[in-house]
Antibody
């Protein structure tokens, strides 16, 4: 069955970097768009980034543009989120999610369990 | 960006109750509206996509309706496993996908 497994979370100081990974199982990785979504403590869900099935386009929420980079490796069936210049307000559980579609966001039909990122000195 | 406003932000209900959650968009989003269920410590779960299409495996007591700016999620007969937080999400603006603030459904 479809499974998404995140890793790479942890505690980092403000201004630091962290790279999240999400390994996919149970579906044809190259055929679907993928997302990162986060949930800050006590807050709701916030979409962070999307990458097309063919990597030809990426989208970001305004607050992470220029700091975060989404990428994917089809040889490893893995999605990544490189996070630089981290701020305390980036502290959250980060979820990867599979889209129902390929090139344009549709609906997020499978999600991982999440990886906790804490930005604190 | 499209703003999504959910109401109520929380509600208390009993098993067997009919529950309705509303989501309003700041501009017309056609039918590009999804609903998710999220329980603490768990992965969010897609319930309804494109306003009214039931995701595979989701019980038929969940229904979605609406178009334009006003949408609803209805649970026809609340079950113990339905106590969770529910989020709407628009995918009309593909450059800035937006979730509603969430509705927490609690046991009365």
């Amino acid at each position: 069955q479809v499974q998404l497994v995140e890793s790479g979370g942890g505690v980092v100081q403000p201004g630091g970097s962290l790279k999240l990974s999400c390994t996919a199982y149970g579906f044809t990785f190259n055929n679907y768009g993928l997302h990162w979504v986060r949930q800050a403590p006590g807050k709701g869900l916030e979409w962070v980034s999307f990458i097309r099935y063919d990597e030809k386009n990426t989208f970001y929420t305004d607050s992470v543009k220029g700091r975060f980079t989404i990428s994917r490796d089809k040889t490893q069936n893995t999605l990544y989120l490189q996070m630089n210049s981290l701020r305390p307000e980036d502290s959250a559980i980060y979820y990867c999610a599979k889209d129902r579609g390929r090139a344009v966001p549709d609906a997020f039909d499978y999600w991982g369990q999440g990886s906790l990122v804490t930005v604190s000195s | 960006d499209v703003q999504m406003t959910q109401s109520p932000s929380s509600l208390s209900a009993s098993v067997g109750d009919r529950v309705t959650i509303t989501c309003r968009a700041s501009q017309s989003i056609n039918r590009y509206l999804n609903w998710y269920q999220h329980k603490p410590g768990k992965a969010p779960k897609l319930l309804i996509y494109a306003t009214s299409s039931l995701q595979s495996g989701v019980p038929s007591r969940f229904t979605g309706s609406g178009s334009g700016t006003d949408f609803t999620l209805t649970i026809s007969s609340l079950q113990p496993e339905d106590f969770a937080t529910y989020y709407c999400q628009e995918t009309y603006n593909t450059l800035a996908l937006t979730f509603g603030g969430g509705t927490k459904v609690e046991i009365k």
